[in-house]
């Protein structure tokens, strides 16, 4: 079962503003992605739902998580199904992510008290979202279903809706600062963080500074409140 409750989840997402995301088919480098950015400052994780045998990467891994990094927040992302939630909630997800909005998806994560965050891409959605329990919207692909612009017109007659946007995330102060300035509690980031190269040569202590910049750029853009 899950090792942290949804109110713990997502008050922690909030607090590290950076939900990193990423998939190998090799659980020591999921480990080593984990552990650079949670070393890093970034201690929540989503782990992306890809490829086969997807389930057994992360049960591996989350074990191992468990274990030796146990202030990590792991949670299971792209899962498109009531079913496979509730097959990653039984290897011990913390939290599941979803880029679309399925119904009975709530229901099954509702009943184990794990947070649950759909992806939504207009103001019905995210609406009917938080009529189901979501307390962390995703919307997904970000920059295509409008950026920062429509993360505010949201938040405009919606004040109370926390927003998680993915795709177009990048770990610059110009990107970060638009998307926080216009409402956003926290952001998932892939590729732009965890990057090709970064993975093709092992280079976590890369990782690991990249994490911390971005953490630590976020951090002052709060202080001085964006």
Same mark, same amino acid.
């Given at each position: 079962?899950?090792?942290?409750?949804r109110?713990?989840?997502?008050?922690a997402?909030e607090?590290?503003g &950076? &939900?990193?995301?990423?998939?190998?088919?090799?659980?020591?480098?999921?480990?080593d992605?984990?552990?650079?950015c949670?070393? $890093?400052?970034?201690?929540?994780?989503?782990?992306?739902?890809?490829?086969?045998y997807a389930?057994?990467?992360?049960?591996?891994?989350n074990?191992?998580?468990?274990g030796?990094?146990p202030?990590v927040i792991?949670?299971?992302?792209?899962?498109?199904?009531?079913g496979?939630a509730?097959?990653?909630?039984?290897?011990?997800?913390?939290?599941?992510v979803?880029?679309?909005?399925?119904?009975?998806?709530?229901?099954?994560?509702?009943?184990?008290?794990?947070?649950?965050?759909?992806?939504? $891409?207009?103001?019905?959605?995210?609406s009917?979202?938080?009529e189901l329990?979501?307390?962390?919207?995703?919307?997904?692909?970000g920059?295509?279903v409008?950026?920062?612009e429509?993360?505010?017109?949201?938040k405009g007659p919606?004040?109370w809706t926390?927003?998680?946007?993915?795709?177009?995330v990048?770990?610059?102060?110009?990107n970060?600062?638009?998307?926080?300035?216009a409402?956003?509690?926290?952001?998932g980031?892939?590729?732009?963080? &965890?990057t090709?190269?970064?993975?093709?040569?092992?280079?976590?202590?890369?990782?690991?500074?990249?994490?911390?910049?971005a953490?630590?750029?976020?951090?002052?853009?709060?202080?001085?409140?964006?």
């Amino acid at each position: 079962m899950a090792r942290f409750s949804r109110i713990q989840t997502a008050q922690a997402m909030e607090k590290a503003g &950076i &939900i990193p995301v990423f998939y190998h088919p090799d659980p020591d480098i999921c480990f080593d992605v984990i552990k650079s950015c949670y070393n $890093g400052g970034l201690p929540v994780f989503e782990f992306t739902n890809r490829g086969d045998y997807a389930h057994e990467v992360f049960s591996v891994l989350n074990k191992r998580v468990s274990g030796e990094l146990p202030g990590v927040i792991l949670g299971t992302g792209s899962v498109m199904d009531a079913g496979t939630a509730s097959l990653y909630m039984q290897l011990g997800t913390n939290f599941i992510v979803s880029p679309v909005l399925k119904e009975d998806m709530a229901l099954v994560c509702n009943r184990r008290k794990v947070l649950w965050s759909p992806g939504c $891409g207009s103001v019905t959605e995210i609406s009917r979202a938080e009529e189901l329990g979501a307390e962390i919207v995703k919307i997904f692909p970000g920059t295509q279903v409008g950026g920062p612009e429509f993360v505010k017109s949201v938040k405009g007659p919606m004040p109370w809706t926390s927003i998680m946007p993915t795709g177009g995330v990048e770990p610059t102060e110009e990107n970060l600062s638009a998307w926080f300035k216009a409402g956003v509690t926290c952001v998932g980031m892939g590729s732009q963080l &965890i990057t090709k190269e970064i993975i093709a040569g092992k280079n976590f202590k890369l990782l690991e500074d990249k994490a911390r910049n971005a953490s630590n750029m976020l951090k002052r853009l709060r202080k001085k409140k964006l």
